[in-house]
């Protein structure tokens, strides 16, 4: 039998939030966090979790398990399990709504600051905007991006400053659209990331690119970030 | 875009820059005395007073004292903004914070006026 | 008296997919006052999951391309019975949506020349079926919902749509005329339930196959528009057509994209046959997925199957080389080593037709208005109330659809109910005001769910639901099967009417949306039983072994479930075509 703790809090009813701990059989399967938190709220209806694709591509169900932040769908027992101990809580640094489920609003607020869409006043043609494979090559890794928070609740100068650090996931999205040749809006974008706060509180401590569950990397996006900010402003 | 007054460049990209140059300043200050002293294995007072009199060595020095002073700036008030802050510590923070802010300011540059005094006082 | 708050917009958009997006997106353009009502924080939608890409005819592959042999593939593969007005104004229009999102930011992935990459899936052909295969599917890698979707979000914020994430709607409030005038929905943070009122509601729910044990859909496609409009007494159309996607991943249902065969991977029996080649022998992998599907469950009944219980086949890919799979199809190495233990750079996938996609829906029209029919078999509008996307049936895929069209759905008649609501918004429209008795009938379930006190939990009775489905309306249907199925689900009926809730708190309270999620299921489920028992022959994605050939003489129509009397009736097909002859239907070979 393998002990899971799970972090509870349902504000209408507790005081505050503790760990209540599971039996939980896995019949020697390798399944899925997410599998073992579908079983236990059969058991246990009110236990509360967002989840959606349960493939990995929706980004809903980002908790922290075992101390690592990632998503419940894709995390495997054998990774996540230490010592016959599973223990899952809500991602940290974000305030907590009820059990797993955290209120993401500041996450969003900042991915909404970045501009997240494509810039471009000039007349569209006809066809699609032509773009080289060469180009295109370079929103690899960038794109992909579910917004399912890991690398942000990660990140200790998110933590710290989440009202003015955009944090890893909306650097990476902004660098995403700085990156693409089919938007024109690069210098208005940069002007408003030159300041103490916006991009330079990452301080290269890396657990966004450790967490990630699409294997991005968004310290090296910033790193780009920088980098065309000293090419513009020198 | 969010606005600092106490920050040293009032600007991110301007920090950043001036927190790598001001370290590049320090290690080669560390490396040149370093090597001073494994050249000059019977150092006495008199060669170590004769070394910083002279106008380059001042500059150098002044130049590290100038950068260890931005530098601790910078650094400070990074920590400053990270943890004493409304989220950190309650609705106090603010106060509490610009207080340590200005006496880190004033403080970073009594050592500057006090490092410059010693130098050319030799 | 019905004492919730209410909120009032021009026009309210259920869902915040693909097509909800896309339509709210086109009216936030306009400037009307618009909200997307959406259970989860929109790119957690559906859509996010479509993996291969969008098809249509903007002749980057092949300059030479026509919208028209597109509709002609359309046709052919619905088994005739799409509506060729509805297919014909996809086709033609698709383009022009197409390269509207490309301008928007959608990364597709890239030809040499800079244009959309298009790649070869199934069912494409060229010059009306005799110009051989086609490559048609516009792609980003392996990842287009995704990509599409969050292009659709980030064009929504840029013109500052407004959102109501993580609200479910609970049912449709009707006027005194019976015009649909919004809906009573909850807010699953606070648990506040709120008449959210509108001259214009749009059902872009998505599909619902977790009425199914195996399914390639999230948790989420619980079938929520189809089972609140049935519950409002409106009918639903082709309900029994449902899509078993040929690939699956075995055990885990997870989906691995028609793009892999149409980048040259080919399906494999326990000896190693390649033997699509004897079912379709000139589309071979790229036939209909119905035929596909159907041609892999037939290999495994007659002892071919893989793996020791000899119950899926193997999808080879490592012969199309590492380099071509990481740059083509990144997202299926993914979810294959994650979900199935094997890396298809060097082993086959093991994989099993899993329910994918619901062709039937909310039948409307090419503006997307919802539609009824009368007694005497006409028409009608259904005032105020509008489906886009996989909840409606227009309908463009008949009785199976082709792979990359379900994305070309959601945008172009997204796009296109957002169109004419505005026209209707500029027009003026005016319906009766909901009586606070009409707001409170909309009330009903959420209220027998929160006072409940006893029964069965909603997860005990959406797995029988589930399994019913699975075992009694699967691939291959029969007569008495399915009578014996509806016996059960008849049975089932009261138990899940009764459904516990034990939890009642409010704040964040899925379990109570879980137990509303199971009515929405199961009137789907059971609407979807009676059509599949009613329509006696065999027909695209509906295979029946007591009724194995097509009936053009009395079927060659759509069939439309009506809640009210729980039965089936007819409408005809739809066979105008504004730019040429209609298609007439042919015997079906690939």
Avoid at chain 3, 153 to 166: A, D, I, S
Avoid at chain 3, 213 to 221: G, K, P, R, V
Avoid at chain 3, 263 to 277: S, V, W
Wanted: net charge negative; hydrophobic share 40%.
């Amino acid at each position: 039998m393998l002990n899971v703790s799970i972090y509870r809090y349902n504000p209408e009813v507790d005081a505050e939030p503790f760990m209540q701990d599971f039996e939980f059989d896995a019949q020697g399967k390798d399944l899925m966090v997410l599998d073992v938190l579908e079983k236990l709220k059969v058991e246990d209806p009110s236990l509360v979790f967002r989840r959606s694709c349960r493939e990995g591509v929706c980004g809903s169900d980002g908790v922290n398990i075992s101390g690592k932040n990632g998503l419940a769908c894709i995390t495997p027992l054998s990774e996540a399990v230490k010592g016959n101990k599973l223990v899952i809580r809500p991602l940290p640094g974000l305030p907590v709504i009820r059990d797993l489920v955290i209120d993401m609003a500041q996450f969003y607020a900042q991915y909404e600051k970045i501009q997240p869409y494509m810039i471009n006043n000039s007349p569209a043609p006809a066809i699609e905007r032509l773009q080289s494979p060469e180009e295109r090559a370079k929103l690899d890794g960038l794109y992909e991006c579910i917004l399912c928070a890991c690398c942000s609740t990660a990140c200790p100068s998110f933590w710290w400053n989440p009202e003015k650090f955009i944090g890893p996931s909306g650097l990476l999205q902004a660098y995403r659209f700085l990156a693409d040749s089919r938007d024109t809006a690069t210098e208005e974008r940069l002007s408003k990331l030159d300041d103490p706060f916006s991009v330079f509180r990452c301080h290269g401590i890396m657990n966004c690119v450790q967490v990630c569950p699409k294997g991005l990397n968004p310290t090296k996006a910033i790193g780009h970030i920088r980098n065309m900010l000293i090419r513009s402003a020198t | 875009m969010v606005t600092s007054v106490t920050s040293f460049g009032r600007s991110g990209l301007s920090d950043w820059l001036v927190q790598r140059v001001t370290a590049i300043v320090m290690a080669l200050y560390v490396l040149f005395v370093a090597a001073f002293l494994l050249a000059t294995p019977d150092l006495g007072y008199s060669q170590w007073a004769a070394l910083h009199k002279s106008l380059p060595m001042r500059m150098f020095s002044l130049l590290t004292m100038i950068s260890i002073a931005a530098h601790a700036w910078i650094g400070m008030w990074c920590v400053l903004t990270d943890y004493i802050t409304v989220r950190m510590i309650g609705p106090k923070a603010t106060a509490i914070r610009i207080f340590f802010q200005l006496g880190m300011i004033s403080m970073t540059l009594l050592y500057l006026l006090w490092a410059i005094d010693i130098l050319w006082g030799i | 008296m019905a004492n919730i708050r209410t909120m009032s917009f021009d026009a309210v958009i259920v869902g915040g997919g693909g097509s909800g997006m896309r339509a709210a997106l086109q009216l936030a353009q306009s400037g009307y006052k618009t909200a997307v009502i959406t259970k989860v924080f929109p790119t957690r939608s559906h859509t996010v999951s479509a993996q291969g890409g969008i098809t249509c005819a903007i002749a980057s592959d092949d300059p030479n391309d026509q919208w028209q042999w597109h509709m002609y593939d359309t046709i052919k593969g619905s088994d005739y019975i799409g509506d060729q007005e509805a297919i014909e104004y996809m086709c033609q229009t698709g383009p022009e949506a197409i390269f509207e999102l490309e301008h928007m930011g959608l990364p597709f992935s890239r030809t040499k020349e800079g244009r959309i990459y298009q790649r070869p899936f199934g069912g494409q052909s060229k010059d009306f079926g005799v110009g051989g295969q086609a490559a048609r599917t516009c792609a980003a890698a392996d990842r287009t919902g995704h990509a599409l979707l969050h292009t659709l979000y980030q064009g929504n914020l840029k013109n500052k749509t407004v959102f109501l994430n993580e609200w479910f709607a609970v049912d449709i409030v009707k006027n005194a005329d019976g015009a649909v005038v919004g809906v009573v929905a909850i807010n699953i943070e606070s648990g506040e339930s709120v008449y959210v009122k509108s001259k214009a509601t749009v059902f872009a729910t998505g599909g619902a196959g977790r009425i199914y044990a195996s399914t390639t859909n999230a948790h989420i496609c619980t079938g929520d528009g189809v089972g609140m409009a049935l519950r409002a007494g409106f009918p639903v159309q082709d309900i029994e057509m449902w899509q078993f996607h040929p690939t699956g991943i075995h055990g885990a249902g997870t989906l691995v994209t028609e793009g892999c065969r149409g980048e040259g991977g080919y399906l494999i029996n326990k000896d190693g046959e390649r033997f699509m080649e004897r079912y379709a022998p000139n589309a071979k992998d790229l036939a209909g997925r119905d035929v596909v599907a159907r041609s892999m469950v037939l290999e495994i009944l007659e002892g071919r199957g893989c793996g020791p219980d000899g119950d899926h086949v193997y999808l080879k890919l490592d012969h199309l080389g590492e380099e071509a799979l990481n740059a083509k199809l990144p997202g299926i190495l993914e979810l294959s080593r994650t979900f199935a233990h094997a890396d298809p750079v060097k082993e086959p996938i093991p994989v099993v037709p899993t329910c994918h996609y619901m062709m039937g829906g909310i039948p409307t029209n090419v503006d997307g208005q919802a539609l009824t029919v009368d007694r005497e078999g006409n028409d009608q509008v259904i005032e105020g109330f509008y489906a886009c996307g996989e909840a409606a049936c227009v309908s463009v895929h008949g009785a199976n659809r082709l792979g990359g069209n379900s994305l070309l759905d959601l945008v172009v008649f997204g796009r296109a109910s957002g169109i004419f609501i505005e026209k209707q918004l500029r027009e003026g429209i005016s319906l009766k005001d909901a009586t606070d008795e009409d707001i409170q009938r909309a009330m009903v379930n959420l209220n027998r769910v929160n006072q409940s006190v006893d029964g069965e939990n909603a997860s005990v009775l959406r797995a029988e639901l589930q399994s019913i489905m699975q075992n009694y309306f699967g691939v291959f249907r029969r007569g008495d099967y399915m009578k014996l199925g509806v016996e059960k689900l008849d049975k089932l009926r009261v138990r899940v009417e009764n459904v516990y809730l034990d939890d009642k708190s409010n704040g964040f309270n899925t379990a109570r949306i879980e137990a509303l999620e199971l009515l929405n299921l199961f009137e789907t489920a059971y609407a979807t039983a009676i059509a599949a028992e009613g329509r006696t022959e065999s027909r695209g994605a509906h295979a029946r072994e007591d009724f194995q050939d097509r009936d053009d003489e009395n079927w060659l129509c759509h069939s439309i479930y009506f809640p009210g009397s729980k039965e089936i009736g007819k409408r005809p097909v739809n066979f105008t075509l504004k730019t040429r002859e209609p298609f007439e239907p042919k015997i079906r070979t690939y």
